[in-house]
């Protein structure tokens, strides 16, 4: 496995797609392909000025390429490299609309290219919504990243709460300034190890191999929820959770 990366993970899966699609057409019954397609749309239209949107509908991507039978190179790169050393930025969405419009059927109306995309708005209010900014060894800006925004522990922290090495299945965040983060609410508020509603949840999500998408499951609005999943953290019944995400896995 990769296991930090270098630079964007996201851009180099995508490519792979386009130069094998026959291949995954061939591998995928009308079902799965009707979904891979969905979620490529699903990322073709997301706001790279969203922070949480793009990685959230990338994860989506990567769930329906788990479809693919074991040795197809897309399901090996799935399966083997974490998304982890930058933030997938604009590049990615306009990969997925090229994608998109060579997967749709003949004579379909093609998606149009995503036009400028509008400033940020200032204040408190306007939430986590820039886009991470790059430093040129291409990790992202914490100050700019809305990921590394929220409450996390260390991986010292995170060691001593878990009684040892933390579990692969914790989200694990790098920070270019201050180390390993793993987010707080995977923990319970008071001390102790971590949930066993986050460790089943993260697992369908593939948070090993790509922490940034599970991480924005968790931080964003969910169809199936009445609010974010890690506002309903023990307000809502576990298997409920697991649920939602059950539905993201399968295409519900």
Known sequence: ??????????????????????????????????????????????????GMAVPRALQGVRLALRQLPFGHPVRTMVDGVRLVAAPPGPQAVTEALKLVNLLAAPGGAPIPEPGPQPEPQAGPEAGPKAAPAMDPAGRGDRAADPLLREPALSAAEATARCGGAPPPELIRLPDPQNGDRYPEFQFPAGGGTPYEVVLEVNRLLMAEVDPRGAAAWWYGGNSWLSGPPVSLLGRMRDHELVGAATALVEGE
């Open 1 to 50: 496995m990769n296991e930090e990366g270098r630079g964007p993970s996201a851009e180099p899966l995508l490519a792979l797609i386009g130069e094998h699609l026959e291949s995954i057409r061939t591998a995928l019954d009308d079902a799965q392909h009707a979904l891979l397609l969905t979620r490529l749309k699903a990322l073709a239209e997301a706001s790279p000025a969203d």
